[in-house]
Structure formats: structure tokens, C-alpha cells
């Protein structure tokens, strides 16, 4: 059983930086697809950044250029690095991981962005 348990969400100004953290038990990071995922009251959970383990990452066009995602295998963790916030970026932030083609998602961090 893949858990996920993530951290780092908070509250920060227009322009700051937040790094959430996505630590994974169960299984390791370097088998696993990780993604980041968002979702605000009423609205879809939107995908953030992917990243497989063969090594191709990609970002929905809203965050591109400000997000990354990476891994740290020997701590068994994702990252999403989060620049030049903007309040359009305040959501609940969820990791899922995909392996053996089921998904398992972390319980989310609130990112709350001011002006």
C-alpha cells in the first residue's frame, strides 16, 4: 500500500516562494509516476506537473516557468518547488502517485496566496 503525505502549503504573499513536500511509503519514488495536482472550492482538480520515472516532466501552462517538480530518491520524495506565487494559485495541493496503474493521493495542503 502507497502512501502519500504532504506538507508544506501555508500562507505567503504575492511573489513568494512555497516548497511542498510529498514523502511516499509503500514503495519508491524512482518507480513511481508523481504528479501535483490543485482544486479550489467548486472548481476541477487540475493537474500541476507530472513527472515519470523514465524522466520526462511536464507542467500545465499556467505554472510554467514559476513550478518544478523533482525528486529526491534517497529521502523517497517529490517536491514542487512553487515561484513567483500569484493568487490565482491559491488551492488545496494534492500528490498522487500512480504505480502498478492504481493511484494513491495524499490527503492535500492549503497554498493560500494574498495580494
Known amino acids: 500500500q502507497v502512501q502519500l503525505v504532504e506538507s508544506g502549503g501555508g500562507l505567503v504573499q504575492a511573489g513568494g516562494s512555497l516548497r511542498l513536500s510529498c514523502a511516499v511509503s509503500?514503495?519508491?519514488?524512482?518507480?513511481?509516476?508523481m504528479a501535483w495536482y490543485r482544486q479550489g472550492p467548486g472548481k476541477q482538480r487540475e493537474l500541476v506537473a507530472v513527472?515519470?520515472?523514465?524522466?520526462?516532466?511536464n507542467y500545465a501552462d499556467s505554472v510554467k516557468g514559476r513550478f518544478t517538480i523533482s525528486r529526491d530518491n534517497a529521502k523517497n520524495t517529490v517536491y514542487l518547488q512553487m515561484n513567483s506565487l500569484k493568487v490565482e494559485d491559491t488551492d488545496v495541493y494534492y500528490c498522487?502517485?500512480?504505480?502498478?496503474?492504481?493511484?494513491?493521493w495524499g490527503q492535500g495542503t492549503q497554498v493560500t496566496v494574498s495580494s
Open positions: 513527472s515519470n520515472p523514465g524522466g520526462t516532466i
Open positions: 498522487k502517485a500512480v504505480w502498478v496503474l492504481r493511484e494513491y
Open positions: 509503500g514503495s519508491v519514488v524512482s518507480a513511481l509516476s
